[in-house]
T-cell receptor
Framework: EPEVTQTPSHQVTQMGQEVILRCVPISNHLYFYWYRQILGQKVEFLVS????????KSEIFDDQFSVERPDGSNFTLKIRSTKLEDSAMYFC???????????????FGPGTRLTVL | GQQLNQSPQSMFIQEGEDVSMNCTSS?????WLWYKQDPGEGPVLLIALYKAGELTSNGRLTAQFGITRKDSFLNISASIPSDVGIYFCALAETSGSRLTFGEGTQLTVNP
C-alpha cells in the first residue's frame, strides 16, 4: 500500500541553525500538508500546499518557515533559524483531492522528530 | 477560533470491555474524522464522517456524526491490547481542508 515517507526520522540541531525536513507524498496525490506535534500535545496544522503554492497557513507558520516542492516527488519544510520551541514531531500529509469524499483523506507520514538544543 | 473538546483525556480498561470517547465543537463542521496514533508514529485514519447523523463502522469501531454537527463519538467494542494508543478526533471545515485536532484520548488496555 502506498505511504507517505519522511526523512530523517530524527534531527538534532543547534538553536539558530537551518533545518530542512523532507517528505515524499503518495505519488498520485496533489495536496500536501505539514503538521507539528509538541511532545504530549495535540497535532497542529502548519501549512497546506497545492499547485506549487501555499493554499493555507496557520499563525504558527511565520516567516522562519517555508515549504517547497523542488521536484516531482519531494515536499520540504525549511525552518530558517530554529528556536528551542521548534522542538516537536513534524508530520507531512498528502491527499489525492479536496472536497471529494473518498479521495480527500489526508494520509500522514511517520514524522520527523526535531530536537533543538 | 473554534473550541474542540475531547473527552476523556485517558482511559484504563480491561481487555474485552467496550469504550466510548467523544468530541464537541463550538462551531458547526462538515467533516469529522477519527485518527489513532501509536507511539512514534503518525496519525492513521480510522473513520471519516461527512453527514449529520451518519453512523459508520470499521470493524470493532463505530463512529457517529452528531445531528447538530457539533459533536461526534467513537466506540470501540471488545477491546484488545493492540487498541492501545492515542485517539484523536479531527475536524475539517470542508473535506480536504486543514484539520483541527482534539487533545486526544490515551487508551490503555490491560490484558
Amino acid at each position: 500500500e502506498p505511504e507517505v515517507t519522511q526523512t530523517p526520522s530524527h534531527q538534532v540541531t543547534q538553536m539558530g541553525q537551518e533545518v530542512i525536513l523532507r517528505c515524499v507524498p503518495i505519488s498520485n496525490h496533489l495536496y500536501f500538508y505539514w503538521y507539528r506535534q509538541i511532545l504530549g500535545q495535540k497535532v497542529e496544522f502548519l501549512v497546506s500546499f497545492y499547485n506549487n503554492e501555499i493554499s493555507e497557513k496557520s499563525e504558527i507558520f511565520d516567516d522562519q518557515f517555508s515549504v517547497e516542492r523542488p521536484d516531482g516527488s519531494n515536499f520540504t519544510l525549511k525552518i530558517r533559524s530554529t528556536k528551542l520551541e521548534d522542538s516537536a514531531m513534524y508530520f507531512c500529509a498528502s491527499s489525492e483531492a479536496r472536497g471529494v469524499r473518498g479521495t480527500d483523506t489526508q494520509y500522514f507520514g511517520p514524522g520527523t522528530r526535531l530536537t533543538v538544543l | 477560533g473554534q473550541q474542540l473538546n475531547q473527552s476523556p483525556q485517558s482511559m484504563f480498561i480491561q481487555e474485552g470491555e467496550d469504550v466510548s470517547m467523544n468530541c464537541t465543537s463550538s462551531s458547526i463542521f462538515n467533516t469529522w474524522l477519527w485518527y489513532k496514533q501509536d507511539p512514534g508514529e503518525g496519525p492513521v485514519l480510522l473513520i471519516a464522517l461527512y453527514k449529520a447523523g451518519e453512523l459508520t463502522s470499521n470493524g470493532r469501531l463505530t463512529a457517529q456524526f452528531g445531528i447538530t454537527r457539533k459533536d461526534s463519538f467513537l466506540n470501540i467494542s471488545a477491546s484488545i491490547p493492540s487498541d492501545v494508543g492515542i485517539y484523536f478526533c479531527a475536524l475539517a471545515e470542508t473535506s480536504g481542508s486543514r484539520l483541527t485536532f482534539g487533545e486526544g484520548t490515551q487508551l490503555t488496555v490491560n490484558p
